[in-house]
């Protein structure tokens, strides 16, 4: 296939492109505006593999879409494009708007004109919290954050373009991933990486938050299916086999570098904190997908990643990322990283 994958250099989007490229030969073109969390670096695993074409763009740039679609020709539109930490969309929801909300229409609009397939990427997050059972593809759409609340509002714009326009939509909702390549401001990396420095572990609220974890490689899969096989104007769950608390979750990345539970501390709870997220995957797995990777397994993978690329994340950690976390929390940890 010919495809134009939207925030193609971050962390799922690149796994995304990696797997299409190698395991299915499609040609792929990138569009990503590289913001903090996008780096060209996460797709050179496919450095000077012609079947890959890149562009830094904005979706929400009419002008950088089109040529991006010139470039590629694409028979579908891919769509991870988004700004997406929980915590930076408390502190400012405006680049959250603009790119969930006005550049998921700019690409809706770009796949209408010219009758492309359409994938968009979201999340278990819309449906909000659930404290028992697991969320269906019907389950009502109840956001808590601002990323979740603007993710809600570009699926809501895709479906409409599937019932008033026609145009093949699908969507898909995946849970929390993990893996390689993810930018550390989110728990795993964050808490892999303070570990491994000797650095404090800052656990929100009593710790006890359930998350759904899901392997990158295992949601991209997920993604491939809904893009072959996914019926036009349907939603579909990626779920993974393993839920667990945020301690625990913790308390293994301690085992697994060799830190000390010491550095563990009880920090400020984030506002509007959802307490679980839980979803049912049977719909995906009708299409024949199953994730193929269990927790325990794939952390441990995780960390050794880590542990093993710090050409990687040495740059990160030394830029723009030490703003943030003095930002977020400065004042409850000190000066870590
Ligand atoms: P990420 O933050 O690692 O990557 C996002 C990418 O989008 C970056 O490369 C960034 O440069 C690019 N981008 C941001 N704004 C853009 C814009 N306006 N125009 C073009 N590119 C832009 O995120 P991720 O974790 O890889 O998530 C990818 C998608 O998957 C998102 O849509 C997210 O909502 C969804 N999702 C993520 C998870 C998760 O646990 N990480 C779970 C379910 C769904
Ligand atoms: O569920 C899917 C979502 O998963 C995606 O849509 C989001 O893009 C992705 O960021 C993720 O959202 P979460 O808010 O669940 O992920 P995060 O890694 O920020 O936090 C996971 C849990 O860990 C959450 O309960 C908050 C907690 N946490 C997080 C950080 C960064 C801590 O206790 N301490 C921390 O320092």
Same mark, same amino acid.
């Given at each position: 296939m010919r495809l134009l994958v939207c925030?193609? /250099?971050?962390?799922?989007?690149?796994?995304?492109?990696r797997q299409r490229v190698r395991e299915h030969g499609d040609e792929v073109t990138v569009l990503d505006k590289l913001t903090y969390a996008g780096r060209e670096e996460n797709l050179s695993e496919l450095a000077g593999d012609e079947r890959l074409r890149f562009l830094?763009?904005?979706?929400? =740039?009419? %002008?950088?879409v089109a040529e991006a679609i010139?470039?590629?020709?694409?028979?579908?539109?891919?769509?991870?494009? /988004?700004?997406?930490?929980?915590?930076?969309?408390? @502190?400012?929801? =405006?680049?959250?708007? %603009?790119?969930? /909300?006005?550049? $998921?229409?700019?690409l809706l609009e770009a796949a209408r004109e010219r009758a492309l397939r359409y994938v968009q990427v979201s999340t278990d997050e819309v449906y909000g919290s659930i404290e028992v059972g697991t969320f269906t593809e019907d389950s009502p759409l109840?956001?808590?954050?601002?990323?979740?609340? $603007?993710?809600? @509002?570009?699926?809501?714009?895709?479906?409409?373009?599937?019932? $008033?326009?026609?145009l093949p939509v699908t969507i898909i909702r995946g849970s929390n991933n993990y893996g390689p390549y993810q930018y550390p401001e989110k728990l795993i990396p964050l808490m892999v990486l303070n570990a491994m420095h000797g650095d404090p572990l800052p656990v929100y609220g009593d710790g006890m938050q359930v998350r759904n974890w899901i392997h990158a490689s295992d949601f991209s899969r997920a993604i491939g299916h809904v893009l072959e096989h996914g019926e036009p104007g349907e939603v579909y769950n990626a779920g993974g086999p393993d839920e667990e608390a945020n301690? $625990?979750?913790?308390?293994?990345?301690?085992?697994?570098?060799?830190?000390?539970?010491?550095?563990?501390?009880?920090v400020a709870d984030r506002p509007g904190h959802d307490r679980r997220y839980s979803l049912s995957s049977e719909k995906v797995r009708a299409l024949g997908w199953e994730p193929r990777c269990r927790f325990e397994e794939g952390l441990a993978d995780t960390v050794?990643?880590?542990?093993?690329?710090?050409?990687?994340?040495?740059?990160?950690?030394s830029g723009e990322y030490r703003?943030?976390?003095? %930002?977020?929390y400065g004042q409850a940890l000190g000066q870590a990283p």
């Open positions: 925030g193609g /250099a971050g962390f799922i989007g690149s796994t995304f492109v830094k763009g904005a979706i929400e =740039d009419p %002008r950088a010139e470039l590629g020709a694409p028979e579908a539109i891919v769509n991870f494009a /988004a700004e997406t930490h929980v915590d930076r969309s408390i @502190a400012a929801p =405006d680049a959250f708007v %603009r790119t969930h /909300a006005l550049g $998921t229409y700019v109840a956001p808590s954050s601002p990323y979740s609340a $603007t993710k809600a @509002a570009a699926d809501l714009l895709a479906q409409s373009y599937f019932h $008033t326009y026609g301690i $625990t979750v913790v308390r293994r990345i301690i085992e697994l570098t060799g830190a000390s539970e010491s550095q563990m501390e009880h050794a990643w880590y542990r093993d690329n710090p050409s990687w994340w040495q740059p990160i950690r703003e943030y976390y003095a %930002r977020q």
